[in-house]
């Protein structure tokens, strides 16, 4: 399914970025289907290239009574049932080598967390899927460094790789964009993504659950859009407070529509 909208997506189209936003994990199926919907009508209007995020497990967690999914082959099931049904591709992330063939069945891209976004061995496992694999930059390396996990997954005969920003550590309990890495990483001559909302964590808090500035979205969207960001990464949900995983810097899904057509114009503006 992804692809009919690689040509949309390439590096080097700057007529119009691409979206991948969604929960940040699978909470059930009437949540996934009602966030889906929403947004292929909002990017429908806007002819913004689109793809599903949801993560079908989430393995990074803070504290060990943090949510951490409903299922694997159940969240797996409803990815697969948002990209049939709406006819969109569907990205989710892997954290061992062993689940790259396993969410391959079921998605169009596999997305590599930023953590392990050094791990040899997954990168290969996901490269030899064949499905189009996005790269989370670590909050620890420079935009420079991911030229080294593009070359893995590449030299595993891969070539359909995507690079995603997602801020890097400003101390113990902040994050900073540096904006220059998002040419630098386009350099590559592979599509670069902002995530414009995990790069406004705020990590590593004394309760174990992970803060954010939320209000500041716009500024991080406006900003990669107007420095030539291929596309960008957005976790939405219409209940943030509420969303069992990340909810304190989500966008609520009913500035989705607003934030995007500014974005609109703003591409426009600098093309």
Aim: aromatic share 8%.
């Amino acid at each position: 399914m992804i692809q009919q909208y690689l040509p949309a997506i390439q590096h080097g189209n700057s007529s119009r970025f691409f979206l991948m936003a969604g929960p940040c994990a699978i909470e059930g199926e009437e949540m996934a289907m009602r966030i889906a919907e929403r947004i292929v009508k909002i990017t429908d209007k806007f002819e913004i290239p689109y793809i599903f995020k949801g993560s079908y497990r989430k393995a990074n967690r803070s504290r060990a009574d943090s949510f951490t999914g409903i299922g694997d082959e159940k969240a797996l099931r409803i990815l697969e049932k948002v990209g049939q049904t709406f006819g969109v591709p569907t990205v989710t992330d892997i954290h061992e080598s062993q689940e790259a063939a396993v969410a391959a069945a079921y998605v169009d891209v596999l997305q590599i967390p930023a953590f392990l976004c050094r791990q040899t061995e997954l990168l290969v496992a996901a490269a030899e899927t064949d499905k189009v694999i996005n790269i989370k930059k670590g909050q620890f390396l420079s935009a420079a460094s991911m030229k080294f996990a593009v070359d893995k997954v590449k030299d595993a005969g891969n070539e359909k790789v995507f690079l995603t920003d997602r801020g890097n550590t400003f101390g113990y309990q902040d994050l900073i964009v540096d904006f220059r890495g998002l040419p630098e990483m386009r350099s590559f001559g592979v599509p670069t993504v902002m995530d414009c909302t995990h790069s406004l964590q705020q990590p590593n808090q004394s309760s174990g659950v992970t803060g954010g500035k939320p209000q500041l979205i716009e500024t991080i969207a406006k900003a990669a859009i107007a420095v030539g960001a291929d596309g960008l990464f957005i976790e939405t949900h219409p209940d943030p407070a509420n969303a069992k995983s990340d909810g304190a810097n989500m966008l609520h899904l009913d500035l989705l529509e607003g934030l995007l057509e500014k974005l609109v114009r703003v591409r426009e503006a600098v093309i």
